[in-house]
């Protein structure tokens, strides 16, 4: 099973819906260990609303600068049916982990995960001040955490604080790999360590677990990018930490210097008070510097565990960057070569069934030599099990009326079989495509009505017929005519030049009794 992380991302940049300064740290403890991969199904194909790249953006930069105000105390924001976040923290109790969480409304209609990463990533960016390259690299890392630990309310009961799990439920904790399962049933739990933050807000060694590598490896291209740059934010992290443990060895330096005059000190003061013992200024004293030297104990000893769990921290980070970097050379290789097979190989392209109920198909291209998918098509709503070669590409009818999704006439190019064009027109989900030499037939909205639609390989509609149809029409294209179902479930005969209807037959038997 396979995530598909990149192949997808110039296609979604502007066309798929929706979808400060303080910084805080996650957790690094390993969760608990789940068996398998995971794949997420998204929704490609036309939408009825296209909202920009800056309008899915600030859902989440939004969301970010309310938590931003005051990271330190427990915060919601946002709409409980749409994007919501709530920053559970507290404080008092200690050894599990604070969180935030973004909940996916019921009314929520983003169904990429890409998409999903972009909310993730500006609010990130406006929560916490991570700079937009990194935050994005976090997202990928934090959506297949979540779907990785989907459902596993054991694990998160384990690691978190009683406020996180009050907010958390076993039927949507963590991220469901279906798009059609997220609006009102997804918990997106981002572990968080120390709310006074830095590079290291988000524990990248939780969220980079090896369950989460393992099935990132499961992608085509293994998703070496992001991995390369999480392995970057790694080494940043351990420099980072490396400089906090050498200033924080030297403040516990200076502090044991203190440490060692303030016990001389309390030495020299109670044996004055001793000497003394009916003198209460001397008995005052002695006791003031006890006290005193108690006090520089506890920050000499501060000193030195900051000074010990920065150094641990930043080994803990090297050590985990340097075998990352080995596992991804070994999988580059391996990505190079099947690549460079895949290029001398002589491919075809074929369809795949991506949903049986709904008989929805997606293209891909085959190794001719070996039956190995070279690449699969981002676009699997294809209708009907039908597309045609076209100009440089090929023409299908794609789509789902489920959400923001809409079905039409689409274009895909012959590499990434990403949708380049579709049709102005809403073409019937179950539409048959026929094409007729350079014209391509197929139902399409007009009004309340369904009608017949011809269009050339740019999807121009050429003409439309005023003859209602219904909407699953069989459509038999020859010299001397156009055979047709009307809406009234009677035969039409249309003319090829303007769509017109010729004649009109007697129903069929099989119809006869519904066209009454």
């Known amino acids: 099973m396979k995530f598909s992380f990149s192949s997808i991302a110039a296609f979604v940049a502007c066309g798929l819906l929706f979808?400060?300064?303080?910084?805080?740290?996650?957790?690094?403890?390993?969760?608990?260990?789940?068996?398998?991969?995971?794949?997420?199904?998204?929704?490609?194909?036309?939408?009825?609303?296209?909202?920009?790249?800056?309008?899915?953006?600030?859902?989440?930069?939004?969301?970010?600068?309310?938590?931003?105000?005051?990271?330190?105390?427990?915060t919601t924001t946002g709409e409980r049916n749409r994007y919501y976040v709530v920053h559970a923290v507290?404080?008092?109790?200690?050894?599990?982990?604070?969180?935030?969480?973004?909940?996916i409304g019921r009314d929520a209609t983003v169904d990429h995960i890409v998409n999903v990463r972009r909310i993730i990533s500006a609010y990130l960016v406006a929560a916490y001040s991570y700079s937009e390259r990194d935050a994005d690299t976090l997202a990928?890392?934090?959506?297949?955490?979540?779907?990785?630990?989907?459902?596993?309310?054991?694990?998160?009961?384990?690691?978190?604080?009683?406020?996180?799990?009050?907010?958390?439920?076993?039927?949507?904790?963590?991220?469901?790999?279906?798009?059609?399962?997220?609006?009102?049933?997804?918990?997106?739990?981002?572990?968080?360590?120390?709310?006074?933050?830095?590079?290291?807000t988000v524990d990248t060694t939780t969220i980079s677990d090896k369950e989460v590598v393992e099935s990132m490896q499961e992608d085509d291209d293994k998703n070496i990018d992001s991995r390369k740059e999480m392995v970057d934010i790694k080494e940043r992290e351990a420099d980072d930490a490396t400089e906090r443990a050498q200033e924080a060895q030297h403040r516990?330096?200076?502090?044991?210097?203190?440490?060692?005059?303030?016990?001389?000190?309390?030495?020299?003061?109670?044996?004055?008070?001793?000497?003394?013992?009916?003198?209460?200024k001397a008995q005052a004293e002695a006791e003031k510097?006890?006290?005193?030297?108690?006090?520089?104990?506890?920050?000499?000893?501060?000193?030195?565990e900051e000074?010990?769990?920065?150094?641990?921290?930043?080994?803990?980070?090297?050590?985990?960057?340097?075998?990352e970097r080995q596992e991804i050379a070994k999988d580059q290789q391996e990505v190079l070569e099947r690549q460079a097979a895949n290029a001398r190989a002589d491919a075809v392209y074929g369809m795949q069934l991506t949903d049986q109920s709904e008989m929805l198909s997606g293209l891909v291209k085959v190794?001719?030599?070996?039956?190995?998918?070279?690449?699969?098509?981002?676009?699997?709503?294809?209708?009907?099990?039908?597309?045609?070669?076209?100009?440089?590409?090929f023409i299908a009818i794609a789509g789902q009326n489920i959400g923001n999704g809409i079905v039409k006439l689409v274009t895909l190019d012959a590499t990434n079989m990403e949708i380049t064009n579709e049709s102005n027109e809403i073409v019937a989900e179950d539409s048959v495509l026929v094409r007729d030499g350079s014209d391509y037939y197929c139902v399409i909205q007009s009004g309340n009505s369904w009608v017949l639609g011809k269009y050339d390989e740019n999807l121009?509609?050429?003409?439309?017929?005023?003859?209602?149809?219904?909407?699953?029409?069989?459509?038999?294209?020859?010299?001397?005519?156009?055979?047709?179902?009307?809406?009234?479930?009677?035969?039409?005969?249309?003319?090829?030049?303007?769509?017109?209807?010729?004649?009109t037959t007697a129903a069929t038997p099989s119809n006869a009794a519904d066209a009454k």
């Open 140 to 200: 990928v890392f934090i959506t297949v955490y979540n779907a990785v630990y989907r459902g596993n309310m054991n694990a998160f009961r384990a690691k978190y604080k009683n406020i996180v799990i009050q907010n958390l439920t076993t039927s949507s904790c963590g991220m469901s790999t279906r798009y059609s399962e997220w609006p009102g049933n997804t918990q997106i739990v981002i572990p968080l360590y120390d709310v006074k933050g830095g590079l290291s």
């Open 307 to 323: 000074a010990r769990e920065a150094q641990e921290f930043a080994d803990r980070k090297e050590t985990e960057a340097q075998r």
């Open 460 to 503: 121009n509609l050429l003409q439309k017929s005023p003859v209602p149809l219904m909407s699953s029409s069989p459509v038999s294209v020859s010299n001397e005519g156009i055979v047709v179902t009307g809406s009234n479930g009677r035969i039409k005969l249309l003319n090829k030049s303007d769509l017109t209807e010729m004649t």
């Open 252 to 280: 516990a330096t200076e502090e044991q210097s203190r440490l060692d005059e303030a016990e001389r000190k309390a030495e020299e003061a109670r044996e004055k008070a001793e000497e003394n013992p009916d003198d209460k």
């Open 19 to 74: 979808i400060s300064n303080i910084a805080a740290q996650v957790n690094e403890p390993e969760l608990q260990s789940v068996s398998g991969t995971v794949e997420f199904v998204n929704y490609v194909g036309p939408h009825a609303k296209i909202d920009s790249l800056a309008a899915i953006k600030e859902i989440g930069a939004g969301l970010g600068r309310v938590i931003a105000h005051n990271p330190e105390s427990y």
């Open 90 to 103: 507290d404080p008092n109790e200690q050894g599990k982990l604070d969180a935030d969480i973004l909940y």
């Open 289 to 304: 510097a006890e006290r005193e030297a108690d006090e520089q104990r506890e920050r000499a000893q501060e000193a030195r």
């Open 367 to 393: 190794n001719s030599a070996t039956g190995e998918v070279i690449h699969a098509s981002p676009v699997t709503f294809i209708r009907n099990r039908t597309y045609h070669a076209a100009g440089d590409g």
